[in-house]
Nanobody
Framework: QVQLVESGGGLVQAGNSLRLSCAAS????????MGWFRQAPGKERETVAA????????YYADSAKGRFTISRDNAKNTVYLQMNSLKPEDTAVYYC????????????????????WGQGTQVTVSS
């Protein structure tokens, strides 16, 4: 029902910035909470950030807090991840995902709760 396409990944030197975008189609974007996840080679997928349906509630992993900013533009059906002060340990494939949130939750932080996933975009940070 929902298709997600990430873009904006690439190779960047440590300390620099990158902005990832995730374009959604095929659903009502404003009904979904959105998340960014990443998976490095040989590592499990981890949650980076999440955002509520309206964009008013945010979650960041400790590793991202203070450096990364998640945002969304519901008029453009797009969610963003602004990544500043990048470190080599940020190197991973980054995925966006959409979750149909019901009940009293603002967002989900566990990947098992997400219903739709993009194909990912590679971010490589050199030292």
């Amino acid at each position: 029902q929902v298709q997600l396409v990430e873009s904006g990944g690439g190779l960047v030197q440590a300390g620099n910035s990158l902005r990832l975008s995730c374009a959604a189609s095929g659903g009502t974007f404003s009904r979904y909470g959105m998340g960014w996840f990443r998976q490095a080679p040989g590592k499990e997928r981890e949650t980076v950030a999440a955002i509520s349906k309206s964009g008013g509630k945010l979650y960041y992993a400790d590793s991202a807090k203070g450096r990364f900013t998640i945002s969304r533009d519901n008029a453009k059906n797009t969610v963003y991840l602004q990544m500043n002060s990048l470190k080599p340990e940020d190197t991973a494939v980054y995925y966006c995902a959409a979750a149909l949130i019901v009940g009293g939750s603002w967002y989900y932080t566990e990947d098992e709760n997400y219903d739709y996933w993009g194909q990912g975009t590679q971010v490589t940070v050199s030292s």
